[in-house]
Nanobody, 122 residues
Framework: QVQLVESGGGLVQTGGSLELSCVVS????????IAWFRQAPGKEREGLAC????????IYGASVGGRFTITRDNDKNTVYLHMDNLTPEETATYSC???????????????WGKGTLVTVSS
């Protein structure tokens, strides 16, 4: 079973930046792709970005608008999500997931992290 632990969330002003980290460990941790999602209260989960475990190929959600970058450090078993120009509507719990397909559809998920809260204030 794969374990994922997110960190890096917190409070940021409108227009600010944050970098989230997802540390991956356990059986099969170097096999699946890693994706980032967010979910705000009362809203559906939204796919943000995904990076393929082998090729490093990336996929981004429409809401990202070129502001987010997903990267991977295989030596550290860590995937990062760098976010720029954040807005209050992006306040949400951000989670990483181990997925068997390189997509942000929310399907084929093996494991979820518990999430890290990002709060964007004006």
């Amino acid at each position: 079973q794969v374990q994922l632990v997110e960190s890096g969330g917190g409070l940021v002003q409108t227009g600010g930046s944050l970098e989230l980290s997802c540390v991956v460990s356990g059986e099969g941790s170097n096999y699946y792709s890693i994706a980032w999602f967010r979910q705000a209260p009362g809203k559906e989960r939204e796919g943000l970005a995904c990076i393929d475990s082998s090729s490093g190929r990336t996929i981004y959600g429409a809401s990202v608008g070129g502001r987010f970058t997903i990267t991977r450090d295989n030596d550290k078993n860590t995937v990062y999500l760098h976010m720029d120009n954040l807005t209050p509507e992006e306040t949400a719990t951000y989670s990483c997931a181990d997925t068997i397909i390189p997509a942000i559809l929310g399907t084929g998920i093996d494991s979820w992290g518990k999430g890290t809260l990002v709060t964007v204030s004006s």
